[in-house]
């Protein structure tokens, strides 16, 4: 069928595509075919496998042989076993696989059948590598650290196991905080990914292996790589483990069912890939990851049901949430989430008021309708390696959220210290300034004070009104005045900024705001009718912002203010991904408002009588279909050994090998107070990833060059 006249190659691909985007570039790209269960299908040249499915709004990729339920993503990130899909007849992680032309993808039904032994192919030597530094993992902590010793011409081999380098920040489309000199504060994450990727490539001692895994360290202190079909030896005389974090799960009734996942997956769907899952989604946690992916929704056209934060206030950066808050987003705090409900997959979503007990209180429930519901309760270290490397006493060092869970500009600094750690080791003479360690410590650092705005009347015609009210470390806004008008309140980038001085109405403070917490009043715009004028930072679509449109306007965290008029917008001359926005308003209530309402809150409906938390039946260990209840009967039966529970009821038996399960078996531990000094962790072995057996043996395809 011939394609109609001004349609896009994209727009005949489905509606799951992201046609268009306020910050990301949607460009055309070749398409391939493939079949999965026999029926043809499209992707894009490069996709991985579940990203092609989702695209052609396939979520449910099999079921399980234990007891049939429907297996969709959790990680998108190739730490747990959720997407595991036939490929060509082997099973696989479908995150992890890039779809090539013809291939042949098929649901796990049952478990798939082994290769006869005339199919196997003959051993091969397994290929060596020596180097002076391997880098495991490409995020902002492995690159900064590969510069470092890049700088000094040490041989340095960083492998990372996508097939691009950035790590997290290819996923991040918002601009950064911290400090604008020293980790690029003011620039978006997709772009810091360039900007680092290619000072990477000025160096020859480096030498990059992507689409690589490291799969296992040994203790004749070597490292074992897989890439593609082929396993390769490592011998360095130092290890970086840069490997960034995994999402940590939640234990709920229906916690399982796809179209439950983490808030990182979803980024990598949307931000990554370009794929639009959900029309609805609801978001679990108030952290800077919650927060921020909520605002990325939002961004693409997605409605933002709500969010559950159990604490009693969200944990994230202010800003974050505010921002939530003047677009429409409900935030429940003090609230947890009940259960999900559908049949195939995710329809319905419970959620509950909880006590100073985080017990759930009867009488609070509300039922919301979603199709998804992202799980962002914190991050944990992907740090197993490193304890293998140390155990087999290999020099290692680790850097980023491997070593501990912080923002990304707090990885920057870290490889960066790192990096320098470990080339004084090799004996080159390297200094480490003071102040980087100062710097880095800010950087981790969590939210400080916060404060009442403070929002001064002068006699001025146009001035910044800057609702940045907690200490974060951020400083790009006293940095791009061009009349040093806006100073930090003291020495540290953890300070408020504050406006004293001129003002020239240019709004680089206004386009340069990683919080978008500063907008440029006018207040006496239209003397006759008493109207002030409000200059306003804007990062969504902009096809509604038409001159003359009323807008229902907010203050800074989302409460109703009045009404105002859109009088101009125009694109920032420092983030062409900004708009500026102007706005008029009655003067009486200009000081009040922060921005305009975009979705139209839901209250939901009452729901079922809230139960246990964590219902015996509610899946623990998704890969084997371990529920708590079978969990308990072991701790009941005195089991404090988590390895007897592998050998007992086979937690931690999966594709995952522990990764999604472990914390919430001690979980279950401390609920039952048990103390978990008495409980032994399970034993971690090589391999940390899984690795078939004939890759293993050197029987993959041939080649393949560091």
């Not at 979520?59 to 036939?86: E, K, M």
């Not at 490929?87 to 059948?113: F, H, T, Y």
């Not at 155990?391 to 500009?409: P, R, T, V």
């Not at 219902?615 to 708590?628: G, L, M, N, Q, V």
Request: aromatic residues 6%; charged residues 20%.
């Amino acid at each position: 069928m011939s394609r109609a006249k001004g349609e896009s190659k994209q727009a005949q691909s489905g509606g799951f595509r992201v046609l268009s985007h306020p910050i990301l570039a949607v460009v055309e790209r070749p398409e391939i075919s493939f079949t999965f269960n026999g029926n043809p299908m499209k992707a894009y040249e490069g996709e991985v496998v579940t990203t092609a499915l989702f695209a052609g709004g396939v979520q449910v990729f099999g079921h399980h042989p234990r007891d049939g339920s429907p297996q969709g993503i959790f990680c998108a990130n190739g730490q747990c076993s959720q997407c595991t899909v036939l490929v060509d007849g082997l099973p696989v992680k479908g995150c992890m696989v890039p779809v090539r032309a013809g291939m042949k993808i098929g649901s796990c039904e049952g478990s798939p059948a082994l290769p006869a032994d005339d199919d196997l192919p003959a051993f091969r030597e397994i290929p060596a590598i020596e180097t002076d530094v391997l880098i495991i993992g490409g995020g902002p902590a492995g690159i900064n650290a590969a510069i470092e010793l890049g700088l000094l011409g040490a041989k340095t081999l960083v492998v990372d196991d996508k097939n691009e380098f950035g790590g997290k920040l290819t996923l991040q489309t918002h601009t950064f905080f911290g400090s604008r000199d020293d980790c690029y504060a003011g620039t978006r994450g997709i772009e810091i990914a360039r900007i680092l990727t290619h000072q990477l490539e000025r160096f020859p001692s480096v030498s990059v292996m992507l689409g690589t895994t490291a799969v296992g360290a040994f203790c004749d202190k070597q490292v074992g790589l897989q890439q593609g079909g082929n396993y390769f030896q490592v011998k360095p005389r130092a290890v970086l483990v840069a490997c960034g974090a995994r999402e940590k799960n939640l234990a709920f009734q229906g916690c399982d069912l796809p179209g439950v996942y983490g808030a990182g997956a979803f980024q990598t769907l949307l931000n990554r890939d370009l794929v639009r899952p959900t029309e609805r989604l609801f978001i679990v946690g108030g952290g800077n990851v919650g927060l921020i992916t909520g605002y990325h929704a939002i961004q693409a056209g997605i409605k933002v049901v709500g969010l559950v934060e159990a604490l009693p206030r969200c944990g994230g950066y202010k800003v974050h949430l505010d921002k939530l808050r003047r677009l429409g987003v409900p935030i429940h705090t003090s609230h947890t989430i009940l259960r999900a409900e559908g049949a195939e997959k995710l329809e319905r979503i419970t959620i509950a008021g909880v006590d100073g007990n985080f017990k759930p209180v009867a009488g609070t429930e509300r039922s919301y309708r979603v199709d998804t519901l992202l799980i962002a309760v914190g991050l944990s270290p992907v740090n197993e390696l490193y304890e293998k490397l140390v155990e087999y006493g290999i020099e290692c060092y680790k850097a980023g959220d491997a070593e501990e869970i912080a923002e990304a500009s707090a990885a920057i600094f870290s490889g960066k210290i790192t990096g320098r750690k470990i080339a004084r080791s090799l004996g080159y003479e390297i200094d480490i300034p003071d102040e980087w360690n100062s710097t880095a410590a800010i950087l981790r650092s969590k939210p400080g004070r916060t404060a009442q705005p403070d929002l001064p009347r002068l006699e001025r015609r146009v001035y910044p009104l800057i609702r940045c009210v907690q200490e974060i470390p951020c400083n790009p806004c006293a940095d791009s005045c061009p009349r040093n008008s806006i100073a930090l309140r003291g020495d540290s980038i953890m300070n408020n900024p504050v406006f004293d001085g001129d003002c020239i109405g240019c709004a680089n403070c206004v386009a340069v705001c990683p919080g978008l917490a500063i907008g440029l009043i006018m207040p006496e715009y239209d003397a006759e009718s008493k109207t002030s004028l409000l200059v306003l930072p804007y990062e969504l679509d902009t096809k509604d912002l038409a001159a003359g449109r009323r807008v229902e306007t907010v203050d800074m965290e989302g409460n109703a203010v009045g009404v105002g008029t859109i009088v101009a917008f125009r694109t920032s001359n420092i983030d062409a991904k900004r708009k500026i926005v102007s706005i008029e308003v009655p003067a009486d209530e200009a000081y009040s408002v922060a921005g305009f309402a975009v979705l139209v809150p839901e209250a939901g409906e009452s729901g079922a009588v809230a139960a246990e938390p964590v219902p015996d039946d509610t899946i623990i260990c998704r890969c084997e279909r371990i529920t708590a209840g079978e969990v308990r009967g072991e701790i009941r039966a005195g089991v404090r050994d988590m390895n007897i529970l592998k050998a007992t009821i086979r937690t931690g038996m999966g594709a995952c090998g522990g990764k999604t399960c472990t914390e919430l078996i001690l979980r279950l531990y401390r609920e039952m107070d048990v103390d978990l000094s008495e409980v032994t962790l399970p034993t971690n072995r090589p391999f940390t990833a899984e690795v078939p057996l004939g890759v293993f043996a050197g029987a993959g395809s041939e080649g393949g060059e560091a």
